[in-house]
């Protein structure tokens, strides 16, 4: 080989080093910053017990610079060189694995993941495998061969392992919409939380659990109850039992914002109704008892509740009016409240013509959800 092509060879492999680390340490924050940040928060809040403040962009920061100087480290242990040099990245991919790749048991007090002591045992075989094969292809790696070969190779090893990175972390989007909605509550963002996967069609018992307390929070739950899939009823308002289904937040929040706890094995839906009609909780309990009644179709029930807490010619928040419509719409009994919402009876008159006219079919269904998706008299007559 020339000295002049031994000279480029030798310019590409600085620049192809240059270049693989500049799309390790890019791939790194963006993963770290933008796709795991709430993943990293509650590793770091299980690890931490909650007692040092989360700083996300920081710590992507310092992860990344830190994954770098491993593969550094990595490199001058092996000396991998030519086609697979950028494989000194694959301990830093691993810990960005190790990192992001937990489930919903972060926060429990035995937790443990499998990375604890798997990945010891890739590293030890990782580090026994390249110091063999380094021995075994000593020649073959001090070799100059085509530039091109040398820079597809390199990138194209630092691409499967970015996408290996992305198959073993955890990419749950529910998971991660819980994680996110969480946070807002403990920021008291209450918007930003029920911005939270809002356009999409999917929703956890916690999830929504979650949402609820935003509202309640925000002094919302009546406007904006229905505007979400509410797929769990009344046992929506609380989080399940299960404790590996559920984050930081458990029933005692919701217990706390009510003002007083259930007796042992008390069914939720009449430690509501007892707290409501006791006057033991607070103002909150009487609006989670209403929507409970809303979510378990039961209008009447509600039609009879409402008098308790609104006087006659108190603006209804939305979907109470809406609920009161339907319970009117379907009752001869007219004392009890008036609607008078003009926009909103032309809109259930309009909704009433395509009910009535036997929307069965899936395209049909699927325009009234367009059109009436967010309104009770949907969630009524067609969420099961």
């Known amino acids: 080989m020339s000295e002049y092509t031994n000279s480029i060879y030798k310019k590409a492999a600085r620049w192809t080093i240059v270049g693989c680390g500049l799309l390790f340490s890019i791939f790194s924050f963006v993963f770290l910053y933008v796709f795991q940040q709430d993943v990293l928060e509650a590793l770091h809040y299980s690890l931490a017990h909650g007692k040092t403040v989360f700083a996300p962009l920081g710590s992507a920061v310092v992860i990344t610079v830190v994954l770098v100087l491993l593969r550094w480290g990595v490199n001058s242990l092996l000396g991998l060189k030519g086609k697979v040099r950028s494989l000194s990245y694959f301990p830093s991919f691993l810990v960005l694995c190790a990192l992001t790749g937990i489930g919903r048991d972060v926060y429990m007090a035995d937790y443990h993941s499998c990375w604890s002591w798997l990945l010891p045992m890739l590293l030890l075989a990782f580090a026994c495998a390249g110091y063999w094969l380094r021995r075994i292809f000593r020649n073959k790696l001090n070799e100059e061969g085509s530039v091109t070969s040398l820079i597809f190779w390199n990138v194209f090893f630092i691409l499967m392992m970015c996408l290996m990175t992305v198959t073993f972390s955890n990419t749950d989007r529910t998971f991660h919409h819980e994680l996110q909605a969480e946070r807002a509550l403990r920021q008291k963002d209450y918007h930003k939380a029920l911005e939270v996967g809002k356009r999409s069609l999917e929703a956890s018992r916690t999830l929504t659990a979650l949402r609820v307390i935003a509202m309640v929070r925000s002094n919302q739950l009546g406007d904006r109850l229905f505007e979400y ?86 603006t209804l928040p939305r979907y109470y009016r809406e609920a009161m419509l339907l319970y009117l719409q379907n009752s001869s009994d007219t004392t009890r409240w008036e609607v008078q919402d003009s926009g909103m009876i032309d809109r259930y008159h309009a909704f009433q013509k395509l009910h009535k006219d036997g929307q069965t079919g899936i395209q049909e269904k699927n325009r009234l959800r367009k059109d009436f998706g967010d309104t009770y008299w949907w969630y009524f007559y067609y969420q099961e």
């Open 229 to 314: 899939p509410q797929y769990y009823h009344s046992d929506g308002l609380f989080f399940s039992n299960d404790s590996t289904l559920q984050l930081r937040y458990t029933n005692d929040s919701i217990y706390y914002m009510l003002g007083v706890r259930p007796y042992a094995g008390e069914p939720q839906k009449e430690f509501l109704y007892n707290i409501c009609h006791k006057e033991t909780g607070r103002f909150t309990a009487l609006h989670y008892y209403l929507a409970s009644l809303l979510l378990d179709k039961q209008v009447d029930e509600f039609a009879k509740e409402i008098p308790t807490v609104y006087e006659q010619g108190d």
